[in-house]
Nanobody
Framework: QVQLVESGGGLVQAGGSLRLSCAAS????????MGWFRQAPGKEREFVAA????????DYPDYVKVRFTISRDNAKNTVYLQMNSLTPEDTAVYYC????????????????????WGQGSQVTANS
C-alpha cells in the first residue's frame, strides 16, 4: 500500500546539479522519517542523507556533506535531495526510504532501519 516514487534523476556533467524528488502515498507522511540511499554497480547500498519527520534535523555522511541537501515538504508528502557539484563517484541508483522506527538521527544511517523503499532513480555524472 505504501508507495514511494522517485523522480528527477538523469544524466549531468561533472560539476552539475540535480534535484531528486520522492513522492509518498499510502502513509501518514508526517509520521515518517525519510532517508536517501544509493547503490553503484559492484558496491553495497550506502547512506546518503536522512531527515526527521518534522524536518529541520538532517544527517549526511562525509562523502556528500556540504554538496547534498535533504529537505521535505510535509504538505506535499514529498522529500527532496538537492545534489550539487556532482562527480562520477556520485553515479548510482538513488533510493528514498521511509520509517517510523525512529529513535535517533544516527539510527537513520542504517539501511535495515527502513521498511519502505522506492523503486530507485538513476543518477549519472559524466566527467
Amino acid at each position: 500500500q505504501v508507495q514511494l516514487v522517485e523522480s528527477g534523476g538523469g544524466l549531468v556533467q561533472a560539476g552539475g546539479s540535480l534535484r531528486l524528488s520522492c513522492a509518498a502515498s499510502g502513509l501518514t507522511f508526517r509520521s515518517y522519517a525519510m532517508g536517501w540511499f544509493r547503490q553503484a554497480p559492484g558496491k553495497e547500498r550506502e547512506f546518503v542523507a536522512a531527515i526527521r519527520c518534522t524536518g529541520g534535523d538532517t544527517d549526511y555522511p562525509d562523502y556528500v556533506k556540504v554538496r547534498f541537501t535533504i529537505s521535505r515538504d510535509n504538505a506535499k508528502n514529498t522529500v527532496y535531495l538537492q545534489m550539487n557539484s556532482l562527480t562520477p563517484e556520485d553515479t548510482a541508483v538513488y533510493y528514498c526510504a521511509a520509517t517510523t522506527k525512529y529513535s535517533s538521527l544516527l539510527a537513520l544511517r542504517i539501511r535495515s532501519w527502513y521498511d519502505n523503499w522506492g523503486q530507485g532513480s538513476q543518477v549519472t555524472a559524466n566527467s
